[in-house]
Nanobody
Framework: QVQLVESGGGLVQAGGSLRLSCTAP????????MGWFRQVPGKEREFVAA????????NYADSVKGRFTISRDNAKNTVSLQMGSLKPEDTAVYYC????????????????????WGQGTQVTVSS
């Protein structure tokens, strides 16, 4: 019963770029702030970026600020993460998530704020 579906993961060399996308049912996407998280083996899930439901406010983790850009296309029910200047430490499984309770401007960094999750897509950055 997967509701959110990520795509675009793969292998890239350090310094390169990669674009991730996530689609969701319209009933979820239109009512939700959207976020990206990542996780590596043995570590807790880490916030990466979020974008609000209505005014496209954004929030980024310090580790990716200036390198990653989150965007959304409400007509296509898609949220994207454009990743540039990639580093080996960016290697992780990346997950998209929907937060239906953040209001018009919220961009929560908390994992437990998000109601729906995708299954993840692997990003590997080689040195």
């Amino acid at each position: 019963q997967v509701q959110l579906v990520e795509s675009g993961g793969g292998l890239v060399q350090a310094g390169g770029s990669l674009r991730l996308s996530c689609t969701a049912p319209g009933r979820i996407f239109s009512s939700s702030a959207m976020g990206w998280f990542r996780q590596v083996p043995g570590k807790e899930r880490e916030f990466v970026a979020a974008i609000s439901r209505l005014v496209y406010n954004t929030n980024y983790a310090d580790s990716v600020k200036g390198r990653f850009t989150i965007s959304r296309d409400n007509a296509k029910n898609t949220v994207s993460l454009q990743m540039g200047s990639l580093k080996p430490e960016d290697t992780a499984v990346y997950y998209c998530a929907a937060d239906r309770n953040s209001g018009d401007t919220g961009t929560s960094r908390a994992t437990d704020a998000y109601d729906q999750w995708g299954q993840g897509t692997q990003v590997t950055v080689s040195s």
